[in-house]
């Protein structure tokens, strides 16, 4: 696979189209199978590890996804590397950092990534752009029981699939939704929404998942459990509860606007222009500045930026991606320095394209 090429592209899943897309950057559908002949992870040692990658590997490259897989190994990429799959959601923080044989199968499209020796012995997931739950879990039952047809997962007529951690057991199923909520965030309403999303056992995580922080206001949305509930009740769950929140952050949105539209289109134009204009900028201010301004192209204020092309700085502009485009390791302070520039002529060109 060649990165290289890649840091000219994005995913289909960053793409901006979709239902309710505005704030819905994307949907997700992950499954945790294990092999029933092999004990879980925790338990394995090199030997029986590499044994499951080779099996697994040449399961999923059998796979008709009705587009190309490229498999890629983990464990010999460099760490760069690594973390420049975690920037573009297509491996787990976890899966990255790990040791021993490990691999990855991608679509050509990115919607779909198959992680083999990550935490389970195998984690199937499918991307979507805006809100399109139904879709992700087509494909991946699809995907799921083609491969069931090829091994045998480890199950429990009592329990359902059983899994590394006790949380996934069951149905083995994460569902959901990553939000982009910056105005719930400016006015702290945002608190309200965790306390709720609590109350129905649903959890709140970073960009990157699981003990990962929030950064440019984003937020991932998905199920706590799975044991003793459906995979289509999981999923008419967060149905029923992200347009809630997309409702109440366009509400807070448009409220923001009529109390004070000359205020708020002056912290958005400040965001852009530092954006066209700095020198030098740190990963988090930018994931800050692009928030603003993806929240402003979405309320009007301004008409000279598209949706996707945000959304692809926010990928673009993480520090592996960086260095893959500066072809070169940069210290924090280069990365700053790179970050910058690549900004200005990303933006620039922006101009040039309208001229």
Not at 104 to 111: D, F
Not at 302 to 309: G, M, S, V, W, Y
């Amino acid at each position: 696979m060649d990165f290289d090429a890649l840091t000219g592209t994005s995913g289909e899943w960053l793409r901006g189209t979709g239902p309710d897309a505005d704030i819905v950057v994307s949907s997700r559908v992950r499954l945790a199978r294990n092999l029933a002949q092999f004990p879980f992870l925790s338990r394995a040692d090199d030997s029986v590890k590499s044994e499951l990658e080779s099996l697994l590997r040449s399961k999923v490259e059998g796979l008709n996804l009705g587009s190309r897989l490229n498999y890629v190994n983990v464990n010999t990429l460099e760490s760069l590397d690594r973390q420049f799959l975690v920037e573009r959601q297509l491996i787990s923080p976890e899966h990255a950092e790990s040791h021993g044989s490990r691999g990855v199968g991608i679509s050509e499209g990115e919607n779909v990534s198959l992680m083999i020796n990550e935490e389970d012995h195998l984690r199937i997931q499918v991307l979507r752009s805006g809100l399109a739950l139904d879709e992700c879990w087509e494909e991946i039952n699809r995907i799921d029981d083609s491969l069931e047809q090829e091994v045998t997962y480890a199950f429990s007529e009592r329990l359902g699939y059983l899994t590394a951690c006790p949380t996934n057991v069951g149905t083995g199923i994460r569902v959901s939704v990553m939000l982009h909520l910056p105005a719930l965030v400016l006015t702290k309403e945002i608190q309200k929404v965790f306390q709720a999303l609590q109350k129905i056992s649903l959890a709140v995580r970073g960009l990157y998942g699981e003990r990962s922080q929030a950064m440019g206001d984003f937020y991932q949305i998905s199920n706590q459990v799975t044991l003793g509930k459906s995979e289509e009740k999981l999923i008419a769950t967060l149905k029923d509860v992200v347009p809630n929140i997309v409702s109440y952050e366009r509400r807070v949105r448009n409220a923001l606007v009529e109390e004070n539209r000359q205020s708020l289109h002056d912290q958005i134009s400040r965001a852009y222009g530092i954006l066209q204009n700095a020198q030098t900028i740190s990963s988090e201010e930018t994931m800050h500045l692009l928030s603003s301004v993806r929240m402003g192209i979405n309320l009007g204020l301004i008409d000279d930026l598209e949706i996707p092309t945000v959304n692809e700085l926010f990928i673009h502009t993480q520090p592996a991606h960086l260095q893959k485009l500066r072809h070169e390791h940069l210290e924090s302070a280069d990365r700053n320095i790179a970050r910058a520039t690549f900004l200005r002529q990303r933006l620039s060109n922006r101009d040039t394209e309208r001229n």
